[in-house]
DNA sequence: CCTCGGTGAGACATTCTTGTCTCACGTGAG
DNA sequence: CTCACGTGAGACAAGAATGTCTCACCGAGG
């Protein structure tokens, strides 16, 4: 019987997401495995941990592809990009926090282009005159990616409404906490 | 020679900031003690994040009263809170991180009393109308975890500058990105 | 029925980290 | 000066995780 690999990614990335320093052992039981055939399909907790790069760099990509971000206003761009993130939160936020881990050394390009699509974004919706341009889009991209971060840790912690995540992240991220003069 | 126990914690944070698996003889290094000086001091590596998580608790604690949260408009305080939190920004990220770790079992009570503390002066200025009211305080207090830590990380990691840290993520939580009809 | 490929279970060595201990050294107090 | 205390360095054992290997099993395909 050939093993799926994409669930057995897919399990890790459950797993480590809420576990980070969960070990093989417990990643091959979570993904219903032995230990040795773990072993077998990833050389090792790098390999591993490498896969679950690709796996989120290509989610994450799929979720930009899928928000189609020039269509229409930037603002419903952001909306459709945060629920089309919203499956891949919890991984991309694993993987935010294991990266600090590799510091320099071979870091997978991807996230490279990811942020730049992600600013470029921002700056079109600066240029476009909908966001505001105090705001570098460095800085936009990494807000979104903060945020991101702390609806998944909200929600799994039970602070707020699952259904809620997307509302939530695009609100702040667009409204800010503010009370509106016209509101 | 009595060792200086606030500058190995603080050393310690500065390390374990950058790279939360730092080994206990990395600490010690850094700190510029012997390994077993560290252990002397600090029982084991368990003991050493106990001790910097109440560190880092006193100081979000004594950040909360030197800002003043309720002297003048709410949008002042967040701002005097924020410029007050700065300075523990990197320790309070890594300990974000790592008490998911502690999963439940005993969790420093101290935690919760800061969250409430937070929350309760969201709500406060969602009373005096000056923030919004379909995002919650819990909500609200969790995005400003996470946009203290993405700021942080953005600092460091050379994308902003460090002057504009207060800026940013006042200016994001406030407002938002959206472009004001007013402005 | 037989064979082959992939798997699970477990043994094993290795490595890393931790925690403890000992011992020599240096410095400051008496 | 002398002594006691704290420290640094290093040795050491224990534990955990990793990576490799072997072996029995099972199911599919010939």
Redo the contacts between chains.
Sequence with gaps: MSLDREQVLRSAAALLS????ATMDEVARAAGIGRATLHRHFAGRDALVRALEDLGIQEFETALDAAGLDEGSA?DGLRRLIVAVEPAAGLLSFLV?EN??F?GDEMNEGWDRLDARVAAF?RR?QER????????P???T??L???I???A??VQAG??AGQ?FPH?IA?????????????
């Design positions: 809420r576990r980070s320093t603002e926090t600090q881990l510091e921002f919706g005159g909908e966001f505001r341009i105090d705001l570098t460095a800085w936009l990494e807000a990616y903060g945020l971060g702390a609806g840790w909200a602070r707020v809620d939530m609100e702040l991220l667009l409204g800010g906490a503010r009370r509106s003069v016209e509101q």
